[in-house]
């Protein structure tokens, strides 16, 4: 391991945009499927890594929703979840704050309980045995309508004293956050925090609608923003927490090489961006590897590499003391 490699890997951070069940990978899926008796249109786990070739963000969540299917038991959810866990445990990650997507499931007949319960479940376990604190993020598929996610939403409700808040995720082109005022004005009556996925492959504007209209405390990716200079100018001074995925990007096609993504341009502009994975069963990497990929790909410094981990613990939705408890970890790190 080189120098950069260690310290990466070693670097107290957050991680603030993950999808759980975008942590599927291939070799769970095949037990999963083996248990619960399903056919998987794969003969194996290299034709399943081969078809992972996404040229848009559609072509992935064509193959992450098939990939789902797998998922039916609470035990399914509590392995999947402690699997991320384990994974993440040895890339530095102190606290993460994960995404489920709990319409995909209910759709198709599997409990909204089955789904939380695991997965709660599996936070807990992960904090029992890795020390690693976490939060949960009940995400609506902008893809379906507003009545749908109400559904979902009062669904939810036994469960809100334990869910951080709610997001919007799914193909983005056509479905404007717009969409879905009404319900994220009632989670925010409700005391949750709100994100959306805004600006990967939509427009800027609808940037500007997941603030002014969906009132969000963090916006994910984000990386449209950075065509309109006045949005620039809104997210900075207010320091919106922007969760970037740079493996994501790349293999989604959002930006066209590592080379090229604007991760550092986003810091020099004063926004607070941070590194996370998204996908990363399907996307080539957890959140090290972002980090890594990120680092190559614009030859970022340590300095660069500690902002972009400080801004992870400005962003997520913790109490003060627990917040100045990572930072102090992290300055502790920085300054050895
Ligand atoms: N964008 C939108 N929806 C998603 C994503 C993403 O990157 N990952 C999982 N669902
Ligand atoms: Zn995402």
């Given at each position: 391991m080189t120098d950069m490699d260690s310290f990466i890997t070693g670097l107290p951070k957050a991680e603030l945009h993950l999808h759980i069940e975008g942590s599927l990978e291939p070799e769970l899926m095949f037990a999963l499927a083996g248990r619960n008796k399903i056919v998987l249109p794969y003969k194996s786990v290299e034709e399943v890594r081969a078809a992972y070739?996404?040229?848009n963000l559609q072509d992935f969540l064509d193959i992450y929703y098939a990939g789902a299917q797998v998922l039916r038991t609470e035990q399914d959810f509590f392995e999947l979840t402690l699997a991320y866990f384990t994974r993440v445990a040895a890339d530095g990650v102190l606290h993460a704050e994960i995404f489920f997507d709990p319409q995909t499931h209910t759709d198709r007949g599997i409990p909204f309980a089955v789904v939380i319960e695991g997965i709660l479940a599996g936070m807990a376990a992960a904090e029992q045995k890795f020390g690693i604190t976490s939060k949960l993020i009940l995400c609506f598929?902008?893809?379906?309508?507003e009545e749908a996610a109400f559904e979902t939403f009062r669904m939810a409700e036994p469960w809100f004293g334990r869910i951080a808040g709610v997001g919007l995720d799914s193909s983005e082109k056509g479905h404007p956050?717009?969409?879905?005022v009404r319900v994220f004005a009632a989670a925010g009556a409700a005391g949750l925090k709100r994100v959306a996925h805004a600006g990967?492959?939509?427009?800027a504007a609808y940037v500007w609608e997941a603030l002014d209209?969906?009132?969000?405390?963090r916006l994910d990716h984000?990386?449209?923003?950075?065509?309109?200079p006045e949005l620039i100018r809104r997210l900075a001074a207010s320091q919106m927490a922007l969760t970037v995925c740079p493996l994501s990007n790349f293999r989604l096609c959002v930006v066209p090489d590592m080379a090229e993504h604007p991760i550092d341009r986003m810091l020099d502009l004063g926004l607070r961006a941070t590194i996370n994975s998204d996908d990363p069963a399907y996307f080539g990497g957890y959140i090290a590897e972002n980090f890594r990929a990120a680092a190559a790909g614009r030859r970022l410094g340590k300095a660069q590499l500690v902002t972009l981990a400080r801004n992870s613990f400005l962003g997520a939705f913790l109490d003060g003391e627990t917040r100045q408890g990572y930072l102090r970890k992290l300055d502790e790190f920085a300054s050895a």
């Open positions: 070739d996404f040229s598929l902008r893809h379906l309508d956050p717009e969409k879905f990967e492959e939509g427009p209209l969906l009132h969000i405390d984000g990386n449209r923003a950075l065509e309109d």
